[in-house]
């Protein structure tokens, strides 16, 4: 057997028996560990939160035959999911966020790499923070710093900013961490440029690419005669933003047949056989109930999707255990339909196991905010799929995605969609499109699934301390927010809103239908430490503001109490500071705890 050469040994210091490497063998490039070729057999995780499921994760993760994983950024169960990967032998590409900015398919932040100073050392000092606390932990197979910045970036001003400031913290990493490549990830080839001028401690390129685009990124780094490895770290079927194709004004989404077969011959024709291409990570071991979650998760409501068997597949070799349902025809009317009509559909399908199937509709109106665009909603229908099936029109306008979801009982679910096209008055003269919920709406209870984030510092934010899963002065359940102001003197704020790190230039929020009533708990750490409480905070000169502002001034005790406020006739169309707080300090430093934050 011909041994390694290694033209590039970037991380040669052995710990914990594993010793990360990258080299070359005749023209190909390949990742080792422990001296071994390390092909790169990976999924996106979107579980971080659920900890307690990560035994039930990994070892399915492991039947799937993925043997690592990779993150966007770390979070407070980084430690927990490294130590669960370890645990089954499966090795991470640990991510390190870095803002972006403008608004873009993934994130709405607006950072400025140009002036930005204090903001760029936080996110310096929190990179550097991240390898110290975790370069030696065994499940670390690369860092990957930044994900399609360039993507969401206006100008090549910005662009030359940022990769300098990229180099900056890769250098140090590598200074810092000798033992793990270093890479970071873009768009297609949008990073390829600035990384070959400004950003050479990049060891490994990530190319997110969907589709049929993977075959093509080993010619476009040859043409710009590069010879560096790359990963696949984002891989499915091409995505919404590159079909061109529409039904009655909705995008025509691949078929489950086609989401199959990109991932299954994919791996094979357009990944492994590229020289530079160390492997992919498939986009997304998730479950999810979104616009995305049909499109491009293992799972959507809990069932099994072609991406799942995909991975399977294309990593093992092995067919699915029980094949998903298949749907040979979905089609509704090309004509403009009145809300809340019932409409016939025709459909047709068909199951290899002859299963039972369970037959429901669902629909996305894809306008609007972020939130909105990926909200999907029951629809109502009636029928059977031996007399046919009638649905009954969304109460929305314009153009509308309907889904029909076919069930089987393994759990497995087929997926197809088609467009129509709705005329509704009432919706048509929506000003503000955001996502409705209905009352009771929290915007907190024990700090989970927050719809506010609480991003809006005002006043002396130096000196405050924000803990959103506060454990030791609690209301209910089992954790508050505490807000701590560490000096004697001057006002502070706070608001905790959507989307994160806006002023109202970016439309957002929520229309809270059926609320009366906006409350609260809340204490001090002492008596008479008074705050005005409440929510709506961006004004009407702004292009996207809060319909409603109000609050109260209260006088807070070392008790918990419940605050207030009648909103029986506020206008809540779209309410994006769905909490706000200010409060001045007087001779003391002070503590404020707030609890069950609710409207309704």
């Known amino acids: 057997m011909k041994t ?14 594993a010793q990360v490497t990258l080299g070359k063998k005749d023209t190909s490039w390949n990742i080792l560990v422990d001296g071994k070729p390390f092909p790169v057999k990976g999924a996106t995780f979107g579980h971080e939160n659920d900890v307690a499921n990560y035994d039930k994760y990994f070892k399915d993760l492991q039947e799937l035959g993925v043997n690592t994983l990779r993150t966007w950024a770390t979070g407070e ?25 403008r608004p873009g398919m993934e994130d709405d932040d607006s950072f400025d790499y140009l002036r930005d100073k ?92 969907y589709g049929a685009g993977a075959n093509f990124l080993q010619e476009e780094l040859e043409k710009r005669n590069i010879d560096k490895p790359y990963i696949i770290t984002e891989f499915n079927v091409q995505g919404e933003w590159d079909i061109k194709n529409e039904v009655n004004g909705v995008k025509v989404e691949p078929s489950d047949e086609e989401k199959y077969t990109a991932i299954a011959d994919g791996y094979k024709n357009w990944i492994v056989t590229k020289p530079n291409c160390l492997g992919v990570y498939v986009f997304h071991y998730a479950d999810g109930n979104d616009y995305g979650s049909p499109w491009l998760f293992t ?94 029109v969304p109460k929305e306008h314009g153009a509308v995605k309907v889904y029909v979801n076919v069930q089987d009982t393994f759990n497995n679910v087929g997926i197809a969609s088609t467009g129509i096209q709705v005329n509704d008055a009432e919706s048509k003269n ?56 560490t000096e004697r003197s001057g006002w502070y704020g706070l608001a905790f809103v959507d989307p994160k790190n806006d002023w109202g230039t970016t439309l957002g929020g929520y229309t809270i239908e059926g609320a009366t009533k906006f409350s609260f708990w809340a204490k001090a750490d002492r008596d008479g430490v008074t705050a005005k409480i409440g929510f709506g905070l961006i004004e009407k000169d702004k292009p996207f503001p809060d319909t409603t502002i109000q609050s109260e001034k209260i006088t807070l005790s070392s008790k918990w109490k419940k605050y207030t406020l009648k909103i029986k006739r506020a206008d809540l169309s779209c309410i994006r500071s769905g909490l706000v707080l200010f409060s001045n ?16």
């Open 430 to 485: 929506r000003k503000y499109l955001v996502p409705k919920v209905h009352a009771p709406f929290y915007v907190y209870k024990d700090g989970d699934e927050l719809p506010y984030i609480p991003t809006g510092y005002m006043g002396n934010y130096q000196a405050m301390k924000v803990d959103m899963q506060h454990t030791t002065e609690v209301y209910s359940g089992t954790s508050a927010i505490k807000i701590e102001y």
């Open 299 to 392: 799972h959507h409501r809990g069932l099994y999707r072609p991406t799942y068997w995909a991975i399977r597949k294309a990593f093992t070799g092995k067919k699915p255990t029980n094949a998903i349902p298949k749907i040979e025809t979905f089609q509704l009317s090309n004509e403009t339909i009145n809300s809340n009509t019932w409409i016939p559909i025709t459909l047709e399908v068909s199951d290899a196991e002859n299963e039972a199937l369970n037959i429901s509709f669902y629909y996305n109106q894809h306008t609007g905010s972020r939130k909105r665009r990926s909200q999907i909603h029951k629809v109502n229908h009636r029928g059977s799929l031996k007399d046919g099936f009638e649905i009954q």
């Open 118 to 209: 204090d903001g760029m050392e936080a996110m310096y000092d929190f990179s550097i923070n991240v390898v110290k606390m975790y370069k030696d932990h065994p499940a670390v197979l690369t860092w990957g710093v930044g994900n399609e910045v360039y993507l969401n970036m206006a100008t090549d001003e910005e662009k030359e900013a940022y990769s300098k400031f990229l180099e900056r913290v890769c250098s140090n990493i590598k200074k810092l961490d000798p033992n793990h490549p270093i890479s970071s990830t873009e768009a297609w080839t949008f990073g390829l440029k600035w990384w070959q001028q400004y950003v050479p401690s990049i060891d490994i390129y990530g190319l997110n690419c």
């Open 77 to 101: 169960n980084t430690k927990a999911f490294l130590d669960a990967a370890a645990k089954y032998d499966i090795k991470v590409m640990v991510g390190i966020w870095m803002r972006h900015g």
């Open 4 to 17: 390694f050469v290694s033209t590039l040994l970037l991380c040669c210091v052995a710990f914990c028996n």
């Open 585 to 600: 300090s007087y001779g003391h430093p002070q503590s404020i705890y707030l609890d069950e934050v609710v409207f309704e």
